[in-house]
């Protein structure tokens, strides 16, 4: 299925045709295109350096596609919604328009990616069916991989009135699209409010593999299989002996608790451990360790609208409205990005920098040297906007502060390179 508007011709066009500026360094130089990465100072290295690039982000994913073509591990962006409420961007456009802008980026997006790189795009209610149908267009239905839930601050403004036309809205969406179908990303685990404690699971599975049939506990299944080899299976009921005897307990006596705590133990010690033993029922079971942490699932709502307090932290109060959370972006980089493979993360619409405030901590977090490049217009901030009294001229502005600022507290001196798009000369 494909979507038609007034205009998509051109705007496919538009995503062909050549750039019709140049990248200059803050010194005016122009950054040379064969050079690749090296000229933007990402080739790998232990420290990694960043970019920042003031323009169009048309003609600059344009003018980066010689360097990042096919290398870009991770891209996430925060387009205008087409609500008309932006603080940033005038962005109540037709449906036509909207789509027009949106279209040549995205198609440009997917040839930066990596064969096993993935795109997050934040979208609301208003425009989230016509992504979804235009992502399936350019990246292909197969790369469709999640639409993500999240958070929203909620304004209590209803309550004054008797009846109401809907109801606020409390979430927004992030579509994922993976660059290639056959793309597999490792499992994402998120914490959990309290932690879970130790479970038991059955040790028998239906999967018919005759090598996993053996006696345990005098028991040798006819049919199915035991999960695991003979030799871990014995070893783990010779350590559940070893607790029992430890903790100075009979099976019938010992607890849950005092399994778990010395499960815990042990894990501190360095020790890893599994744990056999036959259930009341007379069935073999293994131990499921107590967690902090579960799987995922699309519903990302325990990650908290905090974002702009965040940044009124670190610049004040009414600077941006509505920037991310930087903890949507950081579990994003977690799952999708490794942290000493030099991986490129791009946000192409930048804004008040949250991505690349997200990708200093999580290098912090466990040393790892994403390298990120930002892409933000140097947009006038309005005259009598809180941004302009404190200084900010642009929304460009906003966001070198804002990196300054994380870079600061965190100690952190990995180099930015700046760089900006020019109208070419003649």
């Known amino acids: 299925m494909q979507l038609s508007w007034p205009g998509k011709d051109d705007a496919l066009a538009l995503a062909h045709s050549p750039a019709r500026g140049v990248l200059v360094d803050e010194h005016g130089n122009p950054v040379p295109a064969g050079e690749g990465l090296a000229a933007l100072g990402l080739a790998a290295a232990p420290i990694p350096c960043h970019v920042f690039v003031e323009g169009d982000n048309l003609e600059a994913l344009k003018l980066l596609k010689p360097a990042l073509a096919g290398r870009v591990r991770m891209i996430y962006i925060d387009p205008p919604y087409n609500t008309g409420q932006g603080f940033v961007f005038a962005d109540r456009q037709s449906d036509a328009a909207w789509l027009s802008m949106m279209y040549p980026r995205l198609v440009l997006a997917r040839e930066l990616l990596h064969d096993e790189g993935a795109i997050f795009i934040s979208i609301d209610d208003h425009e989230v069916h016509y992504l979804r149908v235009i992502m399936d267009e350019i990246f292909g239905r197969e790369c469709f991989r999640n639409c993500i839930i999240v958070g929203r601050g909620t304004k209590s ?26 793309a597999r990303f490792p499992n994402l685990r998120v914490p959990r409010e309290t932690r879970r404690p130790g479970t038991w699971n059955s040790h028998w599975r239906g999967t018919d593999r005759p090598t996993m049939r053996y006696p345990l506990f005098g028991i040798t299944p006819e049919r199915g299989q035991w999960r695991w080899s003979q030799e871990r299976s014995l070893a783990a009921a010779a350590n559940y002996e070893r607790m029992l005897k430890e903790l100075g307990v009979s099976a019938e006596e010992v607890t849950q608790e005092q399994i778990d705590a010395w499960y815990l133990k042990e894990r ?66 977690e799952w999708i990005t490794r942290p000493e493979a030099g991986d490129i993360v791009l946000d192409f619409f930048a804004g008040s920098c949250t991505t690349a405030q997200a990708v200093l901590e999580q290098n912090a977090a466990d040393g790892g040297n994403r390298r990120c490049i930002v892409v933000q217009r140097a947009e006038p901030t309005p005259a009598d906007s809180p941004a302009r009294r404190a200084g900010y001229d642009t929304i460009a502005a906003i966001g070198r502060a804002r990196i300054a600022r994380v870079q600061e507290r965190l100690g952190n001196r990995e180099p930015w390179r700046i760089c900006r798009v020019v109208q070419a000369a003649g």
């Open 268 to 333: 501190r010690r360095g020790r890893r451990v599994d744990l056999l033993r036959l259930s009341a029922a007379g069935k073999p079971e293994h131990y499921v360790p107590p967690s902090d942490t579960r799987l995922a699932s699309t519903l990302w709502t325990d990650l908290k609208a905090k974002g702009s307090r965040e940044l009124a932290r670190l610049l004040g109060p009414g600077i941006f409205d509505n920037p991310k959370s930087v903890a949507l972006i950081r579990r994003m980089l």
């Open 157 to 182: 403004v209803q309550a004054q009135f008797a009846s109401v036309a809907a109801l606020a809205s409390g979430h927004e969406y992030v579509l994922m699209y993976a660059r290639d179908a056959r």
